[in-house]
C-alpha cells in the first residue's frame, strides 16, 4: 500500500459561468437542453452492481410543460429496500477499509467530471426535471454540488489530521471510523446538490447508503449515479432507489444495522421520522445519527436608514429566484412606513418586467412551480388572500395550470403581522410583507422572533451600524444562517456553512466539516513503549 500524508487539492469555489448570448456554455446547455426532450429515457435503480427494472414505471414531465414526457422510471417495492440494504452491507467492508486517499480521487474525480463533460448534462436535466432557469441550475447542480464535493474531501483530511497529544513513552491517536451499519439519505426535489451531497458526504467518510429522493427529482439524480460510477464509486456503496416513501421507512428504520439518517425536506417528515427512529431505538446495534435540514419561512427587516434599492433587490432575488421553493427564500418582509411607498413602487415596476414561462427561454426569470400538488396548494392561499379584506395584493395574485404549473410571483401587504402566510412555509413565489411604524424597530424583532417554529434564514437591510449590532443580537436564534444587507439566500460551500436550528433542523451545517463528523465514531487507541511490569506504585512503599 502506499505510504505517506497526502495533500489533497486546496479546494476552490467553482466558478460560476453566465451563460450570456453567443457563450460557449449557453451554446452547450441549449444543445442539452435539446437532446434532453427529443428523447424519451427509461431510468432504473442503481442497487448494488446492476440496474433495475420493475417494469412498473412512472412518467416525469417538465413542471413548465407537463404535456410532454421526459423520461419514465421503474418503481421499486419491499424487496427493493431489502436488496438496497443487502447491497451496501456486502460493500461494506471493501469501502471502509479502502485507504482515504483513494477515496478522495474518487469523489475529486466527481467533481471534475461535473465541471467538465457532465456540466451541460446536469445541468440540463435540473432545468427540465425541476424547472430551473440557466442561472439557478448552474449554481445549483453545477456549482454547489462540485464545491461540496471538493471542499468536504478537504474537510476529511482536516478530521483525520485532528490528534490528541501524547505524554512520555506514549503514543495517542484517534481513528474516524465510519459509522457501524448502514446510512438512509433522503433527498429533496429542490436542489440537485443537496441530492448528492446527502449520500456523498458520507460515503466519502467510508459509510455505504441507501439513496432515496423525491421523485421529482430522479431525472437529475440519474445523472448524479452516473456521474458517482464513472468517477469509481464502487457497486453497493451508493445504492439509489424509487420506492414509496413508509415502505422503505418500514424496512429501514426497524433494521439492526440502520446508523444514520441524512435528511432534507419538510419539518413535519422530519419530525415523524425522528419519532420512530426513537420508539425503535432498542432494535438497533447503536444508536443512529440524525442530521436533517428542514422548513424555514425566512425573513427581510428593512430599517428605516435601509437603501430602498437594496430592500428591493434582496426582495426581487431573494423571494422569487426558483420560484421561492428555496428552504431559505424571504417569505415575510418587515418594511418601515418612511421606506414602504418607494419600495412598493420599486417592486411593482421589476415585477412587472418579470418574464414568465419555460426555461427553454433563457429570457425567463420565472418557471414552474414543482408539480400540481403545489400548485393546487399556492392556488388556495393567494385565492383566500385576494378575499380578505384585510390584504393588500400588492403584485400578482394570478395563476395558469393549461401548459405548466405556473404561479405570477405575488406580493401581499398585511395589517396583521400574524397572518396566516406571515407564518406558515408555502415553498413558492409569494411574500408577505407588514409595514410597520419606524418606532417601532425594536418591537418587530420580537414579532420576528416569535412568529414562527422555524429559524432557518433572515437578513438586516440598514446603513445603521447601531441596529446593524441589535439585531444581530435579538434575532440570534431566529436564523442559522444570518445575512447584513443582502437577501437571505445563496449560502455559498466554504463561506457560508448552511443549517438552521428550531424546527429548520439539527444545523449541522452542511458544507463545513461539523458534517462530516457527524458520519465518523471515533476511536481512541494508546500506545505504551515501556509498560510497568508491577502493580506496586511508588507511594506504597514503606517508609524507611
Not at 471510523?177 to 466519502?204: D, K, Q, V, W, Y
Not at 456521474?227 to 453497493?236: D, N, S, T
Not at 444508536?287 to 435601509?306: C, M, Q
Not at 457527524?518 to 513503549?529: D, L, M
Amino acid at each position: 500500500m502506499l505510504k505517506g500524508f497526502f495533500n489533497v487539492p486546496a479546494p476552490v469555489n467553482e466558478p460560476v459561468l453566465n451563460y450570456g448570448p453567443r457563450s460557449v456554455e449557453r451554446a452547450a446547455l441549449t444543445q442539452a437542453l435539446q437532446e434532453g426532450r427529443a428523447k424519451q429515457i427509461d431510468i432504473p435503480m442503481y442497487i448494488g452492481s446492476e440496474q433495475v427494472r420493475t417494469g412498473k414505471t412512472l412518467e416525469i414531465r417538465p413542471p413548465h410543460d407537463h404535456k410532454h414526457i421526459l423520461a419514465t422510471y421503474h418503481e421499486g417495492d419491499a424487496e427493493h429496500v431489502h436488496a438496497a440494504i443487502k447491497a451496501a452491507l456486502d460493500a461494506k467492508e471493501a469501502w471502509e477499509n479502502m485507504p482515504w486517499e483513494d477515496r478522495a480521487a474518487i469523489f475529486l474525480k466527481a467533481a471534475d467530471l461535473l465541471a467538465g463533460p457532465y456540466r451541460a448534462k446536469i445541468n440540463a436535466a435540473t432545468m427540465l426535471g425541476q424547472s430551473k432557469n440557466a442561472y439557478q441550475a448552474e449554481i445549483d447542480a453545477a456549482c454547489e454540488l462540485i464545491d461540496f464535493l471538493r471542499f468536504n474531501v478537504h474537510y476529511m483530511t482536516e478530521i483525520y489530521a485532528q490528534q490528541p497529544t501524547s505524554g512520555k513513552g506514549i503514543w495517542n491517536r484517534v481513528e474516524f471510523r465510519p459509522l457501524e451499519g448502514f446510512i438512509f439519505a433522503i433527498t429533496p426535489f429542490n436542489f440537485t446538490a443537496i441530492a448528492g451531497n446527502l449520500c456523498a458526504s458520507a460515503a466519502m467518510m467510508g459509510n455505504v447508503v441507501v439513496w432515496k429522493p423525491a421523485p421529482t427529482q430522479i431525472y437529475a439524480a440519474d445523472v448524479v449515479m452516473q456521474v458517482f460510477l464513472e468517477a469509481g464509486v464502487p457497486p453497493g456503496v451508493i445504492n439509489l432507489i424509487y420506492t414509496d416513501g413508509p415502505v422503505a421507512g418500514d424496512i429501514i428504520f426497524s433494521h439492526p444495522e440502520f446508523a444514520g439518517l441524512h435528511f432534507t425536506g419538510s419539518t413535519g417528515v422530519f419530525q415523524n421520522l425522528w419519532k420512530t427512529i426513537g420508539n425503535n431505538i432498542h432494535l438497533y446495534k447503536s444508536y443512529p445519527r440524525i442530521v436533517g435540514e428542514t422548513g424555514g419561512k425566512d425573513f427581510v427587516l428593512a430599517h428605516p436608514s435601509a437603501d430602498v434599492d437594496v430592500v428591493s433587490v434582496a426582495l426581487l432575488r431573494g423571494a422569487f429566484e426558483y420560484q421561492g421553493q428555496k428552504c431559505s427564500a424571504a417569505s415575510r418582509a418587515y418594511i418601515p412606513k418612511s421606506l414602504w411607498p418607494a419600495v412598493k413602487e420599486k417592486l411593482q415596476a421589476e415585477m412587472a418586467t418579470f418574464k414568465i414561462g419555460p426555461v427553454e427561454d433563457f429570457e425567463n426569470f420565472i418557471n414552474a412551480v414543482i408539480d400540481e400538488r403545489s400548485f393546487d396548494k399556492l392556488a388556495k392561499y393567494i385565492d383566500a388572500a385576494v378575499a380578505d379584506p384585510n390584504v393588500n395584493v400588492i403584485s400578482g395574485g394570478t395563476y395558469d395550470k393549461t401548459n405548466g404549473w405556473f404561479i405570477t410571483p405575488t406580493v401581499l401587504e398585511v395589517k396583521d403581522p400574524y397572518y396566516i402566510t406571515m407564518c406558515e412555509e408555502l415553498f413558492g413565489p409569494v411574500l408577505t410583507l407588514y409595514v410597520y411604524d419606524d418606532a417601532d424597530f425594536s418591537n418587530v424583532m420580537d414579532i420576528i422572533d416569535n412568529t414562527s417554529k422555524y429559524a432557518l434564514t433572515g437578513s438586516i437591510i440598514s446603513q445603521d451600524r447601531y441596529a446593524i449590532a441589535e439585531a444581530t443580537h435579538r434575532l440570534r436564534n431566529a436564523a442559522g444562517n444570518f445575512y447584513v444587507n443582502d437577501k437571505p439566500t445563496g449560502a455559498v460551500v466554504g463561506q457560508q456553512p448552511f443549517g438552521g436550528a428550531r424546527g429548520s433542523g439539527t444545523n449541522d451545517k452542511a458544507g463545513s466539516m461539523q458534517n462530516l463528523l457527524r458520519w465518523v465514531s471515533p476511536r481512541t487507541i494508546k500506545e505504551t513503549f515501556d509498560p510497568p511490569k508491577d502493580y506496586r506504585y511508588p507511594f506504597l512503599t514503606k517508609e524507611l
